[in-house]
């Protein structure tokens, strides 16, 4: 099993920063992706970014390209999602998620997922 833990989320006027930060403990070494995820209120939870095991690969939603970089520390198994320029849409719940079948932008890829931290940008 693998427990994930995010923090970070508070509230920004538009045009700030934030960094979340997830934290893996467990079987981290079954992991070979992880990402964020985000639910808007009233809308369905959506793919924002993703990092392979060893950093070397990104990939991110058109929404936030430019703005969010999602990167890890593995000497403390955790994953950040830096978040600059953000805008009020970039509101919801933020997840960190953690699979073995490597890339995916769907939620059924990832067998492992944090508690959910609230961002909300104000504008």
């Known amino acids: 099993q693998v427990q994930l833990v995010e923090s970070g989320g508070g509230l920004v006027q538009a045009g700030g920063s934030l960094r979340l930060s997830c934290a893996a403990s467990?079987?981290?070494?079954?992991?070979?992706?992880m990402a964020w995820f985000r639910r808007a209120p009233g809308k369905e939870r959506e793919f924002v970014a993703f990092?392979?095991?060893?950093?070397?690969?990104?990939i991110y939603t058109d929404s936030v390209k430019g703005r969010f970089t999602i990167s890890k520390d593995s000497a403390k198994n955790t994953v950040y999602l830096q978040m600059n320029s953000l805008k009020p849409e970039d509101t919801a719940v933020y997840y960190c998620?953690?699979?073995?079948?490597?890339?995916?932008?769907?939620?059924?890829?990832?067998?492992?997922w944090g508690q959910g931290t609230q961002v909300t940008v104000s504008s």
């Open positions: 998620a953690a699979g073995g079948r490597g890339y995916s932008r769907s939620e059924i890829a990832y067998d492992y």
């Open positions: 467990g079987r981290t070494s079954s992991i070979s992706a």
């Open positions: 990092i392979n095991r060893s950093g070397s690969s990104t």
